[in-house]
Structure formats: structure tokens, C-alpha cells
């Protein structure tokens, strides 16, 4: 059987990926704190035929080799911390954050995930939590008399009480970061988890020991452009068809040898 077919078809494989990668971002592209992901791909093993700088004769040494490639697969699917941009709501509990970092969700079997989306709500007991209702960590209680609720670029929190003229301290956002963000796992919801890869996470201050500062009534969009999936899109989809018809032709040339007539 023909080297090709196998090659092509972990070509056309890799691309199938590919394809759902970029539809997936596609489809966050106005989800907020998204980050985009690429797709990162790799040859194969080779078949060796003839070893490079084996020898023809005595005293003659040959070159090059002769290898033959067995295709490519994915070797990683990376996602991108690019910033997103910002979109200004007015909300007091939209946040962004200027740089690195991750907000802190606790979730409900008690593991802390991560997330760059804070478009945060208050629940009926007047924790600020995420659309899920997940608490953020650490918790922050909004007093249920509270007319104007302020967020500074080091995350202090600051709520100014009904006849009342002078805010008062209630809580501090902390941020977290790691040294490899592109190995957090996702878990859905925009939410990220900690992995080996990722390391463990470093919580502190905003705006303190390499955390970005916090910006109060806005959100940060996904980065994903629209213009450059839809060329990554084109390309994948040529590249598949490329490969579809290495099959083709392979199969092509099969068929003429199954056909020779002595």
C-alpha cells in the first residue's frame, strides 16, 4: 500500500481539527474574556531507506539520505493571552483587567477556577458572583444598603452606604497569574483550571509583583478577528483539499499498477 494514502489522510486529519478550532473561536467571538485558540501542528516519524553518510564504497561516503515522511498530526492546540478589547458598559461590576492575571471563581466542589471575564453579579445575599452564580474568591459581600459601588485599579472595593456620604472599604479583588497560562485547562462556562503545566498559581494585589491593574464599568472582549479566522478557515480548507487529492492521485497510481498486463 501506498506511503501516501496514510500521509494524506493524517493530513486531511489534522486539518478536520483544524477547521473545529477555528469554528470555535468563531463562535466566542463576542464572548467576553475569551482568548483565541491556534492550532499547532507536527511531521510524523520517517522512514529511513538509506542512512545519510553511510558508505557507497571504500572510502566514499554518501551525503544525504533517503527518508520518507509519514504525515503530520496536531501537537498542540495553544491559546493566545493576547488582549482583548475593552467595551466600555458603565456597569460597576463589569471589570477588566490591564495586563496579567486572571480573576479567582470558587467553585461549587470547592476548587478555585480562573477566568478573565468579569462581567460580575450580585445573587440575593448580595455576593458578587459570576453569571453562574460562582462565588468569586475571596468573597466580597455588597451591603444590601449600598447606593454606589466602587472599584479601584488595586481592587479595593468601596461601597458608599444609603445617607451616607463617605465610602467605606468592604473587600479586595485579588488576581491571580501563572508562569505558562497557555497550560490552563479549559473547563467551559469561561472558566480555566490549574494544571501541571500551568504551575501553581501566585495571588496578590493588583497592579503589585507583575498583576495588571483593575478598570472599573468595562469588558474585555475575546481577541479573536473575525478576518484572520476567516483567512485561517480558507487555508485550512485548501489544505484539506490538497490533501484529498494526494488520495486521489494515489489512488489513481494504484489502480494503474492493479491494471498492468504482462
Known sequence: ?????????????????????????????NTTGYKKQRVEF?????????????????GVQIPTGIQVGLGSRTAATRKLFAQGTFQETGNPLDMVIEGDGFFQVLQPDGTVAYTRAGAFKIDSAGNVVTADGFLIEPPLVIPSDATSISVGSDGTVSATASGQTDPQTIGQMQLARFANPAGLRNLGHSLLGATAASGEPTTGQAGMEGMGSIAQGMLEMSNVKVVEEMVNMITAQRAYEANSQAIRIADQMLEIANNTRR
Not at 9 to 18: C, D, F, I, R, Y
Not at 53 to 58: I, P, Q, T
Open 1 to 29: 500500500m501506498m506511503r501516501a494514502l496514510w500521509s494524506a489522510a493524517s493530513g486531511m486529519s489534522a486539518q478536520e481539527l483544524n477547521v473545529d478550532t477555528i469554528a470555535n473561536n468563531l463562535a466566542n467571538v
Open 42 to 58: 507536527q511531521d510524523l516519524m520517517y522512514e529511513t531507506l538509506r542512512e545519510a553518510g553511510s558508505a557507497a564504497a571504500e
